[in-house]
Every structure is written in structure tokens, then in C-alpha cells.
């Protein structure tokens, strides 16, 4: 009887989707031990040559593994760190890893540090980056989820950027100091936005060739609400140029719109500012915008903003419902930039999860119970703006998870979106292809493949039960090839599609 109102539930819940293998050449590494166990990945980077280096945390250590171009170990370095030493942000270029780390020894003291890997040579070393003071334990640097603002290197890989927040009682301020990316000797340093009455909140950072920085985010009128009394945008946008002899500011101006936080990406010499903007608050999204920069004159060139396309609403909320959210032109929200990639025509794409957080009260039984936070990480938009800054496409996926679950990168100049589901993928009788799993389903992973029009394909990389369980999220793309980790305390593996 069991099996009989199973079989009817999925038969009305909808239809499994036929689905293809993946076009990627899947291969996985031989298993190896660690001699320290941790699951905490600080970050991972792949050099041209196939070499992988691994970073993580273990209590009081920093561990940093090579793998060679099979993804065997040559080298293992554990390196102790201070009890009060954070990992604040990492660069990678050619060879060489740079992680960054902030030790507080004392209640105002901040010592930047700076480890760098070698993946060449195997080599590991650690220097102080400066030294400077904070007030009542202020955050020496900003950050939104998933994306770091505080460090940047520029394209040739000469100069590193590092952006501080140095905000005192009476008055913010901000710092840009700018090195040498070989001998970490300083070029140059210099304040901004020093205001008695207005924060500035930072969005990222980007330094050019000739060791120009761009640093961008938001300028509060009023104290922190993105809203004044009237309705209105409490803020600007502000994008700063800071050079050794300067630093000047320029305003990028909004209209009626209202948005959350804004990325740069460079294309054909032009810097891009790109995000979601509503016409209700920062943190829904009507459509994509795009902000031309001429950064020799230092000037908005082009302002486009585009709705989102129907095909986003039909994804997310099937083909009967997307026609009304379509011409209502319905607000989505919580989407916040995770992934901003550019293809080999100059297109950019923009690729956001869905993150909120629900908070929940658990009964232990008769002495009564807890608050529990739990954490959403659901639907994905993937919006395609051209190099001239029209919106090509937009899709996006319906999914549900409490932890961070998806990577994407271009290879080929097709979109891949790399995300765990259920076993089977199901079809809703309204069009939708819901990814999640269910309560008693095994999972597979999968590769969501998009055409250079949007088209996209659901392909299975593999079913999980009886296999090694993987963490896209954690995983790197680099020459043309994406490694992950899988989840195993113990044994570790890497699966690799090429």
C-alpha cells in the first residue's frame, strides 16, 4: 500500500526529465589521508600547468597542500598560526598564492600578514604586509557574502591593492595602499572618503595596469538606511580613482532606481559597473544594470538598465503563472552577485543566489527549547549582458538548500553551473524543473550547461550513493578545468571535468 501512494505521489508531482550526460571529460583522483584533518577549505587555485594548491584551516594551523597535475600530493606544509590570526582575503597569479591574514594582538593592533605559496617550488613564506590601529575592535575590512573587497590584483599581475576601513570615533575614513606584487615593497598609500557625517560602505575594488585603483560602493546620506523619509535612495554610488598623487571621486547617478550593490568588470579597456536594480528597495531586483566608465575621463559614458526577461519568471514560477509576473514586471529578491564571468566576445554574465535567513524555535520537551537560525541558499538568476551592455538573455534555476551548493564557469564560452540535487530532476506539470531533494531520494550531481542564447541542458555527472560525494562550491576553474573536493573527513579525492 506504501509503495502504491508513493508511486501515485510522484506521478502526480510531475515527470522525471530525460537527462543527457555531461559533454565534460569527468575523471577522479586516487584517495589520500591527510595527516591533519579539516574541512574548513580556505581557498583552492589551479596554476596553467595543471599543479593544484589547497588551503585550510585547523585550529590553530594553516595547511597548504600541492597536488601535481594528477592530483597526487607533493607537497604539505602545516604552518602555525596565532591564536587571534584570521584569514581575511587570498590573490592568485601564474605560480604564486597569496593569502592574507590579520593578527590582533592587542585590543587597537592589527598586523597584516601576508603568506605566500610558491606552487613551483613548493615554497611557503610569511611577512608582514603593515601594521596599523583600530578603534573599539573595529573590522579593518569590508565584505559581502561570498565576495571579498578588501584585495586586488591588477590583470599583468604587478601591483596589489589593499583597502581598509579605518573609521574613527568622529569621522570615517578609508585607505588604499598599493605594493609591489614581487617584493611586496609599498608604492604608495593614501586616504579617502574622510567624512565626519557620511559612511562609506565598499562594493569592490579593482586596480589597473599602471597601479590606478578603482574603489567603489556606497555613500550614505543619512545614517545607514537605504531609504530616506520620502522613499527615496539614501545613498549614492560613489567610484573612487586613487593614484599616488590623487584621489578623485566621481558619482554615478541614480534615477528612480534603487540597488543593493554593484560590481566592476573590465571590457575593451572600459570599466563596467554592473548589479540588480528595483524600483522598491535595495534588495529586490527588477532587472540587470550596467554603468559605462571612461576612465580617461573619468565619466559615465552609458547607463542601461533592463527588466528581466519572461524566461526568468517562466524558470522560477512555470509557464501559467510567468505571463502575469511577467507583465506585472515582479520584484525577486535576496539576490546578491556571486559570480561575474566574461566570455571570449566581450559578453559578461552575472550569477546570484538567492540568501536569506529564517529563524526557528526547536522544542526540546517539557524545559522548552531554542532558537535555531536556519539558512537559504535558494533559487540561482543568471542574467547575459552583450559587450555593448544590452541584456542578451536571463534565466534561472528553482532550487532549495541550506548551504552554499553551486560553482559556474565558461568553458568554451558555454555556461557550466555545477550543483548536488536530487537523484532524479522532476518536470512540474507547469514547466518548471525544480532542483532539490527530496525526503528519502538519493542525490546526483549535475552540469548545467548553457548555449551562448540561453539555451540549457541538464546533464548528470554522476548519481552520489555508492560514489564520493562532491562540493562544487568549493572548487576552482582554471585552465580549462574545474577541480573539486569531495566531503570525506578522512579520505579525500578530486573529481576533475575538462
Keep these: ?18 537527462q543527457s550526460t555531461t559533454n565534460l571529460n569527468v575523471s577522479e583522483s586516487a584517495e589520500y589521508k591527510d595527516e591533519v584533518k579539516s574541512t574548513e577549505v580556505l581557498t583552492i587555485h589551479t596554476t596553467s600547468s595543471g599543479k593544484t594548491a589547497i588551503v585550510r584551516n585547523a585550529k590553530r594551523d594553516l595547511l597548504f597542500d600541492i597536488f601535481d597535475a594528477n592530483l597526487i600530493k607533493t607537497v604539505s606544509k602545516v604552518v602555525e598560526s596565532d591564536k587571534d590570526e584570521t584569514y581575511v582575503g587570498d590573490l592568485f597569479y601564474k605560480d604564486q598564492l597569496k593569502l592574507f591574514t ?8 592589527r598586523i597584516i600578514y601576508c603568506h605566500t605559496l610558491d606552487i613551483a617550488t613548493g615554497t611557503h613564506t610569511k611577512t608582514t604586509l603593515f601594521t596599523t590601529t583600530v578603534e573599539k575592535k573595529q573590522s579593518l575590512f569590508g565584505s559581502r557574502k561570498n565576495h571579498k573587497t578588501g584585495f586586488a590584483l591588477s590583470p599583468n599581475g604587478k601591483y596589489i591593492a589593499v583597502a581598509t576601513d579605518d573609521i574613527r570615533k568622529n569621522k570615517n575614513s578609508y585607505t588604499i595602499r ?25 562594493n569592490d575594488l579593482f586596480i589597473d595596469d599602471n597601479a590606478a585603483v578603482y574603489s567603489l560602493g556606497k555613500l550614505f546620506r543619512n545614517g545607514r538606511s537605504n531609504k530616506n523619509s520620502k ?10 580613482k586613487i593614484t599616488k598623487d590623487k584621489a578623485d571621486e566621481l558619482i554615478v547617478k541614480l534615477d528612480d532606481e534603487h540597488i543593493q550593490s554593484l560590481t566592476i568588470s ?4 572600459k570599466l563596467h559597473l554592473l548589479g540588480f536594480y528595483s524600483e522598491r528597495n535595495a534588495s529586490r531586483v527588477k532587472g540587470g544594470c550596467d554603468f559605462v566608465i571612461d576612465t580617461n575621463s573619468f565619466s559615465v559614458t552609458t547607463k542601461k538598465t533592463h527588466p528581466l526577461p519572461k524566461q526568468v519568471y517562466e524558470d522560477l514560477y512555470g509557464y501559467r503563472t510567468a505571463e502575469r509576473k511577467n507583465d506585472k514586471k515582479k520584484e525577486l529578491k535576496n539576490f ?13 554574465y552575472l550569477i546570484a543566489e538567492e540568501f536569506y535567513e529564517t529563524t526557528t524555535y526547536v522544542r526540546t520537551g517539557t524545559t522548552g527549547g531554542y532558537y ?11 542574467l547575459k549582458f552583450a559587450a555593448n551592455g544590452d541584456l542578451a538573455w536571463g534565466r534561472s534555476v528553482f532550487k532549495r538548500d541550506t548551504s552554499p551548493s553551486y560553482n559556474a564557469f565558461l568553458k568554451d564560452d558555454q555556461l557550466h553551473i555545477i550543483l548536488n540535487s536530487g537523484k532524479n530532476l522532476t518536470e512540474k506539470d507547469d514547466g518548471r524543473t525544480k532542483v532539490s531533494r527530496g525526503w528519502f531520494e538519493s542525490s ?14 541538464y546533464n548528470k555527472i554522476q548519481d552520489n550513493r555508492g560514489n564520493e560525494y562532491y562540493l562544487p562550491f568549493y572548487g576552482t576553474y582554471a585552465a580549462d578545468t574545474f577541480i573539486m573536493m569531495n566531503d570525506g573527513r578522512k579520505k579525500k579525492t578530486f573529481m576533475t571535468l575538462k
Design 266 to 269: 573590465q571590457t575593451n579597456d
Design 178 to 202: 598599493v605594493f609591489d606584487a614581487a617584493s611586496e615593497a609599498l608604492q604608495y598609500e593614501r586616504s579617502y572618503q574622510e567624512d565626519e557625517k557620511h559612511e562609506f560602505i565598499h
Design 102 to 109: 590579520v593578527y590582533a594582538p592587542e585590543k587597537d593592533e
Design 336 to 348: 546578491e552577485v556571486d559570480y561575474v564571468l566574461t566570455d571570449s566576445q566581450g559578453g559578461t
Design 372 to 382: 535555531q537560525t536556519v539558512y537559504h541558499y535558494d533559487d540561482i538568476l543568471v
Design 444 to 457: 546526483s550531481l549535475y552540469d548545467f550547461e548553457y548555449t551562448v542564447d540561453g539555451q540549457v541542458a
Design 1 to 18: 500500500m506504501k509503495k502504491i501512494l508513493l508511486l501515485c505521489f510522484l506521478a502526480l508531482s510531475g515527470v522525471i526529465i530525460a
Design 231 to 240: 522613499g527615496d535612495a539614501n545613498y549614492v554610488f560613489v567610484l573612487n
